[in-house]
């Protein structure tokens, strides 16, 4: 197992942000692709972003449009999303997540191709 541990999660005022981090204990996570999902409730789970292991690559969902960025911190095992301008439909639990193996620009933002799985922090935006 790969304990991936969310934090930062909490309520805030639309246009308002916030920062989730998500650690890793494995000393390998620098080789691994990280990503972030998140699920609303009665929605399926959604992908928000993902960053390769060399933190170069990224990709983002859709629906993020500039506001999230992704970034990586190799020296201390940890990944964060910091997430701006923050609009009521952002509200939902969001998880992090780590995947072995080559992933493919196709294949980040599949939740299939994620082995470990943190166990979410809620993000609620609202007035």
């Known amino acids: 197992q790969v304990p991936l541990v969310e934090s930062g999660g909490g309520l805030v005022q639309p246009g308002g942000s916030l920062r989730l981090s998500c650690a890793a204990s494995e000393d390998t996570y620098s080789t691994y692709t990280m990503a972030w999902f998140r699920q609303a409730p009665g929605k399926e789970r959604e992908f928000v972003a993902a960053?390769?292991?060399?933190?170069?690559?990224?990709r983002y969902g859709d629906f993020v449009k500039g506001r999230f960025t992704i970034s990586r911190d190799r020296f201390k095992r940890t990944m964060s999303l910091q997430m701006n301008s923050l609009k009521p439909e952002d509200t939902a639990v969001y998880y992090c997540?780590?995947?072995?193996?080559?992933?493919?620009?196709?294949?980040?933002?599949?939740?299939?191709?994620?082995?470990?799985w943190g166990q979410g922090t809620q993000v609620t935006v609202s007035s």
């Open positions: 960053s390769k292991s060399s933190g170069t690559t990224t």
């Open positions: 997540a780590l995947g072995t193996g080559t992933k493919i620009w196709s294949s980040l933002a599949r939740a299939d191709e994620y082995d470990y």
